[in-house]
């Protein structure tokens, strides 16, 4: 695993996290890898989030930041607001965003960063919920039925051999970052599809199949009071529909 890691900045979209928030993990993490910074986003919480980030940033100290969104805007606006401050605020060369109760490790981070290293002309970083032996997947079994058919239509819908386009951990070069997130996202709930898309649309297809990298986690563990409603399970279908139908012609 590389020890130098290229500066890299984590979105951190929180919503009514002010029970649940892991900060010592995040106080770990960064005390060990100071090249990553994070910026959490209160995205319109009714309870104490915002006081809490604002405090765990000035504590981490360095160039951790905390910023408010009102009203509520939905996880695709509070990761495109905090991927923007970054990319402006910041010489950050990678930028990415992951989910607030960590259901995927912190220590993810730097085995996504090591394929850089490897690959340079990979510029979109996924992280895959892959169950298999040797790795701790820990997934409700319904979700996971769920998840791999609407990951199934995603990939149809994309034409890419995508496994897992929903998993809340992702890393994007800093310069894709800002091209793709400039404007708003058609859709409020599978934003990470439409980033694809966009990729695709900025890169052309060939480029984008080099560009994007899926690696599988070593671990990821579901986590209680997930924001993610049965409702948005029921309009996931008809979003991905709308993500295809206005980006089609790049689709194909």
């Known amino acids: 695993m590389l020890r130098d890691l290229p500066r890299t900045g984590i979105v951190v ?16 993490f960064a005390a060990r890898w100071p090249q990553v910074s994070f910026c959490f986003v209160d995205d319109g919480s009714h309870d104490d989030t ?3 980030i604002r405090r765990t940033a000035q504590d981490m100290g ?18 495109r607001a905090g991927v923007q401050h970054v990319t402006s605020e910041t010489d950050c060369a990678f930028v990415g965003y992951w989910d607030a ?42 979700r996971h039925v769920l998840g791999r058919g609407f990951a199934t ?10 496994y897992d ?17 400039a404007a708003p996202f058609i859709s409020r709930w599978i934003f990470d599809v439409e980033l694809v898309a966009r ?23 579901e986590q209680g009071g997930s924001k993610l409603s049965a409702r948005a399970y029921v309009r996931a ?3 991905l529909l709308k993500v295809w139908k206005s980006y089609r012609t790049a689709l194909r």
């Open 13 to 28: 979209p929180c919503y009514n996290e002010g029970a649940r928030l892991p900060v010592a993990d995040y106080e770990r």
């Open 50 to 52: 915002g006081r809490l």
């Open 62 to 79: 360095g160039a951790h930041c905390a910023i408010a969104l009102t009203p509520n805007r939905g996880k695709a606006e509070a990761v």
């Open 101 to 142: 109760d960590l259901a995927t490790p912190l220590e993810e981070i730097p085995r996504l960063l090591d394929v850089v290293a490897l690959r340079p002309n990979v510029r979109f970083l996924c992280g895959s919920r892959v169950r298999r032996m040797g790795a701790t997947i820990e997934r409700a079994t319904y």
């Open 153 to 162: 239509c995603a990939s149809l819908a994309l034409r890419l051999p995508i």
């Open 165 to 181: 386009t929903q998993c809340g951990a992702k890393l994007l070069e800093a310069a894709l970052a800002r091209e793709i997130f």
């Open 199 to 221: 990729t695709v649309a900025s890169l052309g297809r060939e480029q984008a199949v080099g560009a994007i990298f899926e690696l599988p986690l070593e671990a990821w563990r």
């Open 237 to 239: 279908p008809w979003e």
